[in-house]
Each structure stands twice: as structure tokens, then as C-alpha cells.
């Protein structure tokens, strides 16, 4: 199973690339996980709302044009549910089950599009607390990582 994180941005920190490429090389072959950038809308000085809107459209039509219409999408939402580390584990062990390959979305500065949330199969809620997009990339990378050592009883959760 391939999971594609689509996420809005780029240019990212060595920190967050290496957080990021630690947790995808301990996956296995068979949970493959891939990341795709796509470039941030034009917001300008002001950040005029109507400026913000165009950028969050222009960055969710990006989005969807890197999701196959066969993926089962997640989307990456604060309005969404909130899992524990064992929910996610139940969660991935039910997508490895369905032979689809995933997409998880993370939005640009002002969240996703709202046919971007429209098209998601599942809104997932990592916290409720707003936190940096660099940061969501290796949080979500680790915790991918742990649901799958839950699965395959690796020490690695405890």
C-alpha cells in the first residue's frame, strides 16, 4: 500500500526533510509512504480575505490533481475526529485491508479547500492546538510509523 502525503508548501527545513525521511525509510517495503508538495497560493501583502480564498483554491485544485480517483483521502482537518495512537493503528490495518492506496492532505496557513474537505473519505484531527506545517509533516510521518509497529508488535510503541 502506497500512502501519499499531499501537503501545501514547500522549502521546508533540513530538520523537518530528515525528521520526515527518518520515519518513511523504518516503514516497510509494503507500506510505502510519499510525499508531494505543492506550491503555496499567492496571498499577498495584505492578506486580503479574498486574496487568501484564491490562494486556498488555487492550492486545493493542486491537491486534487495529485489524488487518483481511486484513493481513499484523509483529510487533515481541526474540525475533524481525533485518534489515538491505537485508533490509527485500527485505522491503517482497515486501509491495508482495502487494497486502496491512501492520501492524507495537510493544508496550506489557512487550512484546505472546501472541495478538498469534500472529497475526503475521512477528516482526521491530529490536535486541537494549531500547529506548524513543518512540524505536522514528521508528526505525521512518526505516527504512521508507530500505528504500524502496534500492528506488527515491534517494542517500538511501549
Given amino acids: 500500500m502506497k500512502i501519499r502525503i499531499v501537503a501545501a508548501g514547500g522549502k521546508m527545513p533540513a530538520w523537518v526533510q530528515e525528521g520526515y525521511n527518518e520515519y518513511a525509510k523504518r516503514l516497510p517495503r509494503e507500506l510505502t509512504l510519499e510525499m508531494v508538495e505543492v506550491p503555496l497560493g499567492n496571498r499577498g501583502q495584505k492578506n486580503s480575505a479574498a486574496l487568501v480564498e484564491k490562494a ?4 486545493g485544485e493542486a491537491m486534487l ?15 475533524g475526529k481525533p485518534w489515538s495512537t491505537e ?13 486502496d492506496n491512501m492520501c492524507l492532505l495537510i493544508g496550506g496557513p489557512d487550512g484546505l479547500s472546501a472541495d478538498c474537505v469534500a472529497r475526503a473519505n475521512q477528516k482526521w ?34
Fill in 65 to 79: 490533481a495529485a489524488i487518483n480517483s481511486r484513493d481513499h483521502v484523509v483529510a487533515l482537518e481541526v474540525k
Fill in 87 to 99: 485508533q490509527l493503528s485500527r485505522e491503517l490495518s482497515g486501509w491495508q485491508m482495502s487494497g
Fill in 56 to 59: 486556498r483554491q488555487k492550492e
Fill in 125 to 158: 484531527s491530529l490536535s486541537p492546538l494549531t500547529l506548524p506545517h513543518p512540524l505536522v509533516r514528521v508528526l505525521l510521518a512518526e505516527q504512521l510509523y508507530r500505528a504500524w509497529t502496534l500492528l506488527a508488535g515491534h517494542p517500538y510503541h511501549k
